[in-house]
C-alpha cells in the first residue's frame, strides 16, 4: 500500500534496506523510535504528519495488557494527534486481512522493537542518521 501511495505521489521508495535486510527506506528520516528506554528517541513525535510512513521491526506495542505486534510492517499516517504521540495509520495485511484497514496507535506504549517514521521523498533525498 505504501508503496502505490508513493507512486500515486510521483515519488518511488529508496531502494536502500536499513539497518537490516527487508528494513525499507521510504524517504527522509524524521522520528526513530527504539522500545528500550534505554535508547533515546531521535527526532520528534510532533513532526509527525499525515501521509507519513512507518517502517516497524518486532514492534510491541503494550497497555493494560493489552498488546499490538508488528514484526515487520510499513503503514502509512492518516492522522497525527497530541503532539504526535498518538497516531491513526493505515495498513494493510495486518492480522491476516489483505484489505486496508485503520489503527490508532499511542507511540509511548512501544515497549520492543523499534520504529522509524519517514516523510516521503524522492530516492537520494533520504537523510540516515
Avoid: C
Wanted: glycine content about 10%.
Amino acid at each position: 500500500m505504501a508503496s502505490q501511495a508513493l507512486r500515486e505521489a510521483g515519488l518511488e521508495r529508496d531502494r536502500a534496506q536499513y539497518p537490516n535486510k527487508g528494513d525499507f527506506v521510504w524517504g527522509k528520516l524524521i522520528l526513530r523510535l527504539e522500545g528500550n528506554d534505554s535508547v533515546p528517541a531521535e527526532g520528534k513525535m510532533a513532526g509527525i504528519t499525515p501521509g507519513d510512513i512507518i517502517q516497524f521491526r518486532d514492534a510491541v506495542f503494550k497497555k493494560k495488557g493489552r498488546f499490538k505486534h508488528f514484526k515487520h510492517h510499513t503503514a502509512v499516517v492518516e492522522e497525527a494527534m497530541n503532539g504526535g504521540l498518538d497516531v491513526k495509520v493505515l495498513q494493510q495485511n495486518y492480522a491476516g486481512k489483505k484489505f486496508v484497514t485503520e489503527l490508532e496507535l499511542h507511540l509511548p506504549d512501544l515497549k520492543t522493537g523499534w520504529i522509524r517514521v519517514y516523510h516521503p521523498a524522492s530516492p537520494g533525498k533520504s537523510t540516515i542518521p
